[in-house]
Every structure is written in structure tokens, then in C-alpha cells.
Nanobody, 123 residues
Framework: QVQLVESGGGLVQAGGSLRLSCAAS????????MGWLRQAPGKEREFVAA????????LYADSVKGRFTISRDNALNTVSLQMNSLKPEDTAVYYC????????????????WGQGTQVTVSS
């Protein structure tokens, strides 16, 4: 079991930045690939970014590439998402999620989820 708790959401103007953090507890955090996913009102949950267990490989959705950066600290059991140049279309609930070993961009393959944190970008 892995428990995940996100923090860092809020309201920001377009062009601004936010940093989301996810604290993990439970067993063997470093054995899990981690992801950030988001869900806007009336839309399906979508993939944003993923990082492999060691932190050496990262994957991004095209919509956030060059603006968002995912990172992890296995010593502190945390994963973060630095979001720059935010746009109104980035408004969503952002979720931290974990998948044992192999990383993925498929929402359905994530095994553990946090409760989500709201990000609102005003125009």
C-alpha cells in the first residue's frame, strides 16, 4: 500500500507558476514510478507527467512539455511538479499517482492515487 497526499495547489494568474508536491508513505516508495494527472470539469482524467523509480527518465504530455517539470526525492519520499507559464486551460484538479515499477502514461494503469489538489489559472 502507498498513501499519497498532494499539496501546493491554488489560484494563479496566467503566466504564473505553481509547485505541487506529493508526500508518499507506505512501503518501498523507490520501487514505484510516479505520475501527475489532472481532471478538468466535464473532462476525463488525463496524463500530465511521469517519472521512473530512479528519477532518470521523465515523460510529459505534449500540452505541458517545456512548461512543467516533474522530479522526485526518494530519500524524502516526495514527488513534485513545477508548473511554469501556466495557462487557463491548465485549470484542473491535479492528482499524484503511483504505479509499481514500470512507468506509464495510461491513467488506468496507476494503482494508488492521492485525493487531488485544485489548480485554477485565471486569464
Amino acid at each position: 500500500q502507498v498513501q499519497l497526499v498532494e499539496s501546493g495547489g491554488g489560484l494563479v494568474q496566467a503566466g504564473g507558476s505553481l509547485r505541487l508536491s506529493c508526500a508518499a508513505s507506505g512501503r518501498s516508495f523507490s520501487s514505484y514510478s510516479m505520475g501527475w494527472l489532472r481532471q478538468a470539469p466535464g473532462k476525463e482524467r488525463e496524463f500530465v507527467a511521469a517519472i521512473n523509480w530512479a528519477g532518470g527518465y521523465r515523460l510529459y504530455a505534449d500540452s505541458v512539455k517545456g512548461r512543467f517539470t516533474i522530479s522526485r526525492d526518494n530519500a524524502l519520499n516526495t514527488v513534485s511538479l513545477q508548473m511554469n507559464s501556466l495557462k487557463p486551460e491548465d485549470t484542473a484538479v491535479y492528482y499524484c499517482a503511483a504505479k509499481y515499477q514500470a512507468w506509464t502514461s495510461k491513467v488506468s494503469e496507476y494503482e494508488y492515487w492521492g485525493q487531488g489538489t485544485q489548480v485554477t489559472v485565471s486569464s
